[in-house]
């Protein structure tokens, strides 16, 4: 794997939280509903398409994930593979997990190039597998869940619905991430109470954790800051807006979010935050389009780094489920691009009370990779 420098670093940093961002406005427009999904999982099931993409395909895909129609996708995936190590830790009830899979799905009726092999082989769990979609479609589906649901740990345990491979699906590219992390600061496991969350237009009864720590904190440009450090270089990043979320969250772009997830210092802070339990599922497709990926859909798709047969993206299918509690946080998420054949024709401790919609993120340190990234109007568990 080339070396990067901390410069190039810090230019794909802040690629990767615009891409987070816009992804996030887009498959989540309505201000006032909870989402979550993992920046990490569409990043590295697009970045393998993007890899075999040529042309305006691979330029639309490398602009959405770098910012920048010519930027080599070889960024991207150093810094997936550095947020897809954890450190072991030495405390073994302690220990961080983190299982990563991305498999390209193949019929046999395709050719896959050997140099996309080559390169798949290099990412975390990276390997060509085949798969009956022509001859046996629906047996293909259940081997594809089945690997899903083995690395998400049974949280995900069908990520593609029956019905979804069709007469010409020929092929799937696979991202399967598992994370579960202990804090490093334990919640009060007997301080748990049920707590009012103000969510947009009614005000909710929601078990709520509480936390005296010495942790990182900051009160920067209309937001509270709060760091959440875990095992393994993890670390939850919770973000209170002083006013709406609504009216903040259109204020933020990727500068602004890099320079709040920086801004905390540690100092002694009385935390209290809502037990979290989100999902989500979602067709990125249309989500996509709006944000300028669209060859890759068409008859002028040009994936000819993956295969010589000519082929498009059919589907992009996501799913995420995170849990948040006393302990720590578990999270799981997959992301499955289908691939079709086309035919010949087209100081003092401070106070931070999250009893209102805020945003969270989940990120590996080193790299600055989001895991997660939510906004919670509604924290979603009742006692």
């Known amino acids: 794997m ?12 802040r690629a990767h939280l615009s891409f987070a961002l816009d992804l996030h406005r887009a498959l989540a427009p309505d ?15 697009l970045g393998l398409v993007a890899a075999g993409a040529r042309g305006t395909t691979r330029e639309e895909l490398a602009t959405l994930l770098l910012g920048d129609p010519t930027a080599d996708p070889e960024w991207l ?4 593979a550095a947020a897809g190590r954890l450190d072991a830790g030495t405390e073994r009830e302690d220990r961080p997990i983190l299982a990563v899979a991305d498999t390209l799905w193949a019929d046999e009726s395709i050719t896959v190039r050997d140099s996309f092999a080559e390169q798949l082989a290099r990412m975390p769990s990276g390997a060509v597998r085949n798969a009956p979609f022509r ?15 083995r ?18 699906t020929v092929a799937a590219v696979v991202n399967a991430l598992y994370l579960k992390v202990a804090w490093r600061h334990r919640f009060e496991s007997k301080g748990t109470r049920p707590e ?9 009864s929601v078990p709520t954790m509480r936390l005296a720590e010495r942790i990182g904190y900051a009160a920067v440009s209309g937001w509270e800051v709060v760091r959440l450090p875990a095992v393994g270089g993890v670390e939850a990043t919770v973000l209170l807006p002083d006013g709406e979320l609504a009216e903040r969250e259109r204020s933020l772009d990727a500068d602004t979010l890099a320079e709040l997830v920086a801004a905390p210092e540690p100092r002694p802070v009385r935390l209290s935050l809502p037990r979290l339990k989100l999902t989500l599922r979602a067709e990125l497709t249309p989500v996509l389009g709006a944000l300028g990926v669209r060859t890759v859909f068409s008859r002028d798709a040009d994936l000819s780094g993956i ?23 578990e999270g799981a998420a997959a992301t499955a691009v289908m691939i079709r054949l086309m035919s010949a024709s087209p100081g003092r401790p401070v106070t931070v ?3 209102r919609p805020f945003l969270l993120l989940v990120r590996h340190v080193e790299t600055g990779v989001v895991y997660f990234l939510a906004r919670v109007t509604d924290p979603g568990t009742r006692r």
């Open 2 to 13: 080339t070396a990067y420098s901390p410069e190039l670093w810090t230019l794909t940093d």
């Open 31 to 45: 201000p006032a509903r909870t989402a979550c999904w993992s920046p990490f999982s569409v990043a590295s099931a």
């Open 77 to 80: 995936f150093a810094q997936l």
């Open 135 to 149: 001859n046996a479609p629906d047996s293909a589906r259940k081997l594809i869940n089945s690997d899903v649901a």
């Open 151 to 168: 690395t998400t740990r049974d949280l995900i345990p069908e990520l593609l619905p029956a019905g979804v491979i069709g007469p010409d």
């Open 196 to 204: 009012p969350f103000h969510a947009p237009g009614h005000t909710l």
């Open 307 to 329: 295969s010589p047969d000519p082929l498009a993206v059919q589907a992009v299918l996501h799913e995420t489920v995170l849990k948040v509690d006393e302990q720590g946080l």
């Open 353 to 355: 009370r999250v009893d």
